[in-house]
C-alpha cells in the first residue's frame, strides 16, 4: 500500500512538471475507478464518461498543484463526486429555463423555430470548423459518425490513446467557443451538445 501511494507522489510530482507520459499512465490507471464511481451516481454511460473526460481535463489544467496531493484515490472521488452534483444542478436548472424559453402547451411559431434551429446548425458548425485538424476529424468520427474510440484510431492511424487525448481537448474547445458566443442560441447548442453525446 505504501509502495503505491509512493508511485501515486512521484506520479504527481512528474505531472506537475508537464510530463505527458505520466499523464497517459494516471489515465489509464484512474479512469475506470472513475467511470464506475460517476456511472453509480448518474446512472447514465454517457453522462458519465463525460464526467471522466471532466475530471482529467481539470487534472490537466490543474497539473501544477498537484503534488500537494496527498491521497490521489481520495482526491479523484471528490472531484468525481462534485463535478456529477454540479453537473446535476445545472442541468435542473437548464431544465428549467428551457420549460421557461418553451412552456408546455404554448403554441410557437413554426418560422421562430425553424430559425433557431438554422442559428444553433450555424453555431454547432463554426465551432467544430474552429478545431485544429486533427481534432476536427476526431471529433466529427466520434460525434457525428458514431465510431468508437478504437475504429477512429485505426482509420486515423494513430494510438487509442492519441484519439482520446484529441477527443477531450476538442469537447473542451467546442464547449469554450459555445461559451464565448453567449446568449439563449449559445446556450441551447450546449444543451443540444450534451444530449448527443
Known sequence: MQEQTDIEREWLVKLSRGEESVFRELFDRYHPFVYSFALRMTESDPIAKDVVQDVFVKIWINRESLHTIDNLPAYLNRMTRNLVLNGMKRKAHEESLIRDLFP??????????????????????????????????????????????????????????????????????????????????????????????
Open 104 to 197: 408546455a402547451g404554448n403554441e410557437r411559431n413554426t418560422t421562430e423555430d425553424a430559425a433557431l434551429a438554422k442559428e444553433l446548425e450555424t453555431l454547432l458548425h463554426n465551432a467544430i470548423n474552429q478545431l485544429p485538424g486533427q481534432q476536427q476529424k476526431v471529433y466529427r468520427l466520434s460525434r457525428i459518425k458514431g465510431l468508437k474510440h478504437e475504429d477512429i484510431a485505426e482509420q486515423l492511424h494513430i494510438s487509442r490513446e492519441t484519439v482520446k487525448k484529441h477527443m477531450m481537448a476538442a469537447v473542451r474547445g467546442v464547449k469554450d467557443y459555445l461559451q464565448e458566443h453567449g446568449g439563449t442560441v449559445s446556450f441551447l447548442a450546449i444543451c443540444l451538445l450534451k444530449m448527443y453525446r
